[in-house]
């Protein structure tokens, strides 16, 4: 029941590149969306969120974007940096407020210097 | 800056173990969660905590497991009889619930790892 989809398990950019990471949904009831960052021996850190409201939002190097007709969203890094190296979590929820996330299973970004 | 604190970092225990783990959610936040991750797989929510008591739970959170907020401070995650499958990093999460215009964001502490023998 994959109900929040990463189809990249992993991704490497070169450092001053942009970095695009992609999210797909099924699930027509989720209304908010959230990235996070989780490096090892850590736990996610939040990053930036959009509502259905809205098909962008922006947050100094980090945009995301959702295209919500065709259940997706990206994340774009730009300019991309050595310390963006991490796992990269797509989650979404019925609602803004409701914290049951659903995560998807991540992305491994890996920035080339 | 407030951080959500777990303990222990990593433990092992025997199949049909009881395990107890802890977490110190930051200090103002009113909701509580406990989210666990298989190896290789994604970050599932277990449940949900408020005004003491459970405010969503998933089909995961069986009767083998439960939660409590014993003393104000701390949240714990207490598996009856730990199985094979429990094995798993559980991450406790923290949310100053209440605040309009906020982002929705959780706060994640570090991860407990529990290997289940």
């Known amino acids: 029941d994959q109900q929040v989809k990463q189809n990249s398990p992993s991704l490497s950019v070169q450092e001053g590149r942009i970095s695009i990471l992609n999210c797909d949904y099924t699930?027509?009831?989720?209304?908010?969306f959230l990235w996070y960052k989780k490096y090892p021996a850590e736990g996610p850190t939040f990053l930036i969120s959009?509502?259905?409201?809205?098909d962008k939002n922006e947050d100094g190097r980090f945009t995301v974007f959702l295209n919500k007709s065709a259940k997706h969203l990206s994340l774009h890094i730009v300019p991309s940096q050595p310390g963006d190296s991490a796992v990269y979590f797509c989650?979404?929820?019925?609602?803004?407020?409701?914290?049951?996330?659903?995560f998807g299973t991540g992305t491994r970004l890996t920035i080339i210097p | 800056e407030p951080e959500v604190t777990q303990t222990p970092s990593h433990q092992v225990t025997q199949m049909g173990q009881e395990v107890i783990l802890r977490c110190v959610p930051i200090?103002?936040?009113?909701?509580f969660y406990w989210y666990r991750q298989i190896l290789g797989q994604k970050v599932e929510f277990l449940v949900s905590?408020?005004?003491?008591?459970?405010?969503?739970k998933s089909e995961i959170f069986d009767d083998q497991f439960s939660v409590e907020r014993p003393d104000g401070s701390n949240f714990t995650l207490k598996i009856r009889s730990t199985k094979l499958e429990d094995s798993a990093m559980y991450f406790c999460?923290?949310?100053?619930?209440?605040?309009?215009?906020?982002?929705?964001?959780?706060?994640f502490g570090e991860g407990s790892r529990l290997t289940v023998l």
């Open positions: 905590f408020y005004n003491n008591e459970i405010s969503e």
């Open positions: 999460a923290s949310s100053p619930k209440g605040t309009s215009g906020g982002t929705g964001e959780l706060f």
């Open positions: 200090s103002n936040h009113l909701y």
């Open positions: 959009i509502s259905s409201i809205k």
């Open positions: 699930n027509s009831m989720f209304d908010y």
């Open positions: 989650a979404a929820s019925p609602y803004f407020g409701n914290e049951k996330l659903t």
